[in-house]
């Protein structure tokens, strides 16, 4: 079981394809160890993907993995999801903290409990949630230090290496990987194009955690790419 962000070293973006059964999936890349994933579908209307992702809620929470919703703060908190996740032109973060304040203060005066306090590196929750951490997705050393500042709970830093997900972004090497690890408090995680070849090298350039897509979601044996994956990781790491 996850405790914390900190625990989390392999990070699943959960994209769609036609060949596979979206949810079957999901459960696959958990029982390969998938520590945490995310509910990413860009072009799904919203009925869908709330119906999938209360599908996918249940069996996260069955496995206590976090599940992170990407983009979308209303469909994460829908949901009860553990996260949502910003890119750097959604809503801003600022914003979304004091969205989520106020939900969990609605929260807990209708359970006629205490407020929580949302603070970094509280336990993670079990089961259905009130959405409680934020990620953000960042591109420079910048970025990774404003979004710390504005309070995000994890940033993703990236792309590393070209990948098929963000065409338009160019790679950024793994150099801000080691500013990243100097300058920034808060867990991170390398993101773009990493895979089982080049997943040695990120970890040791400072990543202790990772994000994938193709890497689990679009391989042949979803299971197998998992923990394969995830061997690496704890290989490099030494």
Known sequence: MIKNLQDVELY???????????????EEAI????????????DWMDKKTIEIG??????????EVPMVVNDRLDIALALGADGVHLGQQDMPLTLV???????????????????????????????RSITRFIGVSTH???????????GADY????????????????????NPVRQVRKKVNIPFFAIGGIDQENIG??????????????????????????????????????
């Open 12 to 26: 699943v973006i959960l994209s769609f394809r036609s060949d596979m059964d979206y949810l079957k999936m999901a």
């Open 31 to 42: 029982l390969g160890g998938a520590d945490m994933v995310q509910l990413r579908v860009k």
């Open 54 to 63: 209360e599908k996918l809620r249940e069996i996260t929470a069955n496995y």
């Open 97 to 127: 903290r004091r969205l989520l304040m106020w939900e969990a203060a609605g929260a807990s005066i209708y359970k006629g409990s205490q407020k929580q306090k949302l603070q970094k590196g509280t336990p993670l929750p079990k089961g």
């Open 140 to 150: 420079s050393l910048k970025e990774a230090i404003k979004a710390e500042k504005e």
């Open 155 to 174: 940033i993703s830093i990236g792309p590393i290496f070209p990948t098929p997900s963000k065409p338009e972004l160019k790679q950024i090497g793994l």
């Open 201 to 238: 090298e990120v970890i040791r350039a400072g990543a202790e955690r990772v994000a994938v897509i193709h890497a689990v979601s679009s391989a042949k044996n979803v299971r197998k790419a998992a923990q394969e994956m995830k061997r690496k990781i704890k290989q490099a790491k030494g």
